[in-house]
Structures are given as C-alpha cells and as structure tokens.
C-alpha cells in the first residue's frame, strides 16, 4: 500500500471511494468537483489516499480552524476494511496535523458506524456523550 497527497484530477476516484465505502456527498454543494479543487489548492495536504496498484482503495481529509485539527470523510473500500488501511490513513494525517500545530485532534461519527467508532476509540481517541453537535447551513447541499 502507497499512501499518497491527493490533487484534483483525483476527484472521480473520491467519489468512487465514498460511493463504495456508502457515505453520503453533496455533489452539488460541498462536494462538488469545484468545492474539492478550492479545498484541495487551500491546503493539499489534507487530502490523503492509500492506493494499491495505482488504485485509490481508501481516503481521509484533514482540516483545521485555528483551535484544533479535525479528520473528515474517512472512507475504505468495502473489500479492503478491516485491514488496517483506515488505521494508516488515521496515523498519517494526525502526523500532519501535528505538524501544524495542532494538540487538539477531533472527529464526528455518524450513529451506527460501529466500525469507526472502535477504530477511533483504540486509536485513544475519547468520546463525549455530552456535547450535542448543531449546524447552520445556507442549504441542503453544503
């Protein structure tokens, strides 16, 4: 397995990795090809792949405000999980996010990913069952 940065002729294979891995995208706000080039030339470091054979088999993004680093949309084809790929991607995107800076590392987990919930949990990762988390959003698709 190959990790490397991912630029935006990669964007067909993100989705292809969050089409397969079953999580939601917003293709025409967030997550369209012209919001993941912006966020992509923002800081191309936080995107991060795991190839084999040239073939993108999984993916996470990093992002950061200016309290702490955040891990997002972290996704592994269904025929690779469980073999410690999304652990990798974890391990290398902490490393730069510590690299700027950051001692506050955090992620949101929708109910009923148990899978991710263990991965996180066993990576020291601690979880507060008294924050409720709110968002305000211009519409659906952001």
């Given at each position: 397995m190959e990790l490397r940065t991912l630029a935006p002729k990669d964007y067909d294979a993100i989705?292809?990795?969050?089409?397969?891995a079953g999580l939601p995208f917003k293709p025409i706000g967030r997550d369209s090809l012209e919001e993941i080039i912006r966020q992509i030339e923002l800081d191309p470091e936080m995107f991060l792949g795991?190839?084999?054979?040239?073939?993108?088999?999984?993916?996470?993004?990093?992002?950061y405000d200016s309290r702490k680093g955040w891990l997002n949309r972290l996704a592994v084809v269904p025929e690779h999980q469980g073999k410690g790929i999304a652990r990798v991607l974890v391990e290398e995107m902490e490393k730069r996010l510590k690299a700027k800076g950051f001692r506050i590392i955090a992620t949101l987990i929708e109910d009923g990913h148990?899978?991710?919930m263990a991965l996180f949990k066993?990576?020291?990762?601690?979880?507060?069952?008294?924050?409720?988390?709110?968002?305000?959003?211009?519409?659906s698709d952001v």
């Open positions: 989705i292809d990795i969050w089409n397969r795991a190839f084999e054979d040239s073939q993108m088999i999984g993916m996470i993004m990093g992002s148990e899978a991710s066993k990576a020291g990762y601690v979880v507060h069952d008294d924050i409720t988390y709110l968002t305000k959003r211009e519409d």
